[in-house]
């Protein structure tokens, strides 16, 4: 058990600190967009895939069952429908239909150049728009990552259209997208919460996808595989943690000792790059093979990585939009699902602990042993369990 203080930051940051000389221990270059992996094939092949025109966009959704209520499943950065393939076999198996978007900005779906087009109103007339086009009146929505506020918002503004919701990693914030320490329903504006926690002269990650000439864009965009493999790797359970913090509760600290813990794993110095605070590791996660890994690298080399960054440009804009929902709860059935070892569900204590204030129905808060930030394919029998326990109440 740590003693100290000072012996309990540097455990912080010990598991974020840069390191020289890793080396993917893989062959081989990202095969070609959807079909040249054995692994995405065969599970491309076993559901329908079908573009769909939702808000005025492209959406392009892959499907498995074929009855039962819709399941729409929005992901986040920087991923793919894909990253839901292990809770779609399992929602179909139990009844539902579940529907796995890409995204606006990624895969197959449109990608609008304005940065505008990804603000959290949009993205939920889009989820609002790929409903009507299944035929369908109303749906649940789960959402993970940047996903999870679109799926928070969709349910707590178009109540009518989704009628019970699960956010993955992020709780519910209201106003307050993000859930930052000391600002965990929008008390502050995005802008001033962000340079607070990070502190002077650095820049929290969110303020580095925003900077000017497409920079964090073109930082990931020169090697999206190492970009893509140390981001998956950095934010996962795999990446241990010094021996000091062996039985300590991550989801549990004191408010300040969170604060240093983002500081350390999410933000970067002024003029430096994200990259210094990701690792790249020598083998792969068990959760991440090679097949996997190859088709998620594909999808991001097709689509790119500015439509994706899109989304964190509309901090403010949509701050201003949702203030006029500010002091409304949210009331349709929900499910929160964290991972221990995940950076966002350790930020996002004060906004878990005082959910009651701005729901009335949350029906589960689950936290996942042994897991990082890819909550659904780090542990996909736990959060398949939690997810199907919490269907079954509605």
Not at 145 to 166: C, K, M, S, Y
Not at 219 to 224: L, M, Q, Y
Not at 280 to 289: C, F, H, K, Y
Request: hydrophobic share 40%.
């Amino acid at each position: 058990m740590v003693t100290g203080r000072q012996a309990l930051l540097r455990g912080f940051c010990h598991p974020f600190a840069p390191e020289s000389g890793r080396a993917l221990l893989c062959a081989g270059r990202a095969l070609l967009f959807h079909h040249r992996s054995e692994g995405s094939t065969a599970m491309h092949s076993e559901w329908q895939t079908r573009s769909v025109q939702a808000n005025g966009l492209r959406i392009h959704l892959t499907m498995a069952g074929s009855t039962g209520p819709v399941v729409l499943l929005c992901h986040g950065f920087p991923e793919s429908w894909y990253s839901w393939r292990h809770q779609m076999r399992a929602l179909a198996a139990a009844g539902y239909r579940a529907v796995a978007m890409d995204m606006p900005g990624y895969g197959r779906s449109s990608k609008p150049t304005a940065p505008t087009a990804y603000r959290v109103n949009a993205m939920v007339e889009t989820c609002v728009g790929v409903v009507h086009a299944l035929g369908e009146t109303d749906a649940i929505i789960v959402g993970h990552d940047l996903g999870a506020p679109i799926a928070w918002t969709a349910a707590w503004t178009r109540p009518e259209v989704f009628r019970a919701v699960a956010g993955l990693s992020l709780p519910f914030g209201a106003r307050g997208i993000a859930c930052l320490p000391g600002n965990p329903f929008g008390e502050k504006r995005p802008e001033q919460a962000v340079r607070e926690l990070a502190g002077p002269g650095m820049m929290f990650y969110h303020e580095y996808f925003t900077l000017p000439g497409d920079v964090a864009a073109a930082e990931a965009e020169r090697d999206i595989r190492n970009w893509l493999t140390s981001t998956l790797y950095t934010l996962s359970a795999d990446r241990p943690l010094p021996p000091e913090l062996a039985g300590i509760d991550l989801t549990t600290l004191p408010d300040e000792i969170v604060r240093q813990l983002v500081r350390a794993a999410m933000a970067v110095p002024q003029g430096s790059a994200l990259g210094s605070v990701l690792e790249l590791p020598d083998v792969l996660p068990q959760w991440l093979d090679q097949a996997s890994l190859d088709f998620c690298v594909a999808e991001l080399e097709y689509s790119g990585l500015r439509g994706p960054l899109n989304y964190y440009h509309n901090a403010e804009l949509d701050w201003e939009t949702l203030g006029q929902h500010q002091g409304t709860p949210l009331t349709v059935p929900a499910l929160y699902i964290g991972g221990d070892r995940d950076i966002v569900t350790v930020w996002s204590q004060e906004a878990r602990t005082r959910a009651g204030e701005v729901m009335t129905d949350l029906r589960g808060a689950v936290i996942i042993p042994e897991c990082g930030h890819w909550i659904m394919q780090e542990q996909p029998q736990a959060t398949n369990e939690a997810l199907l326990g919490f269907l079954k109440t509605l």
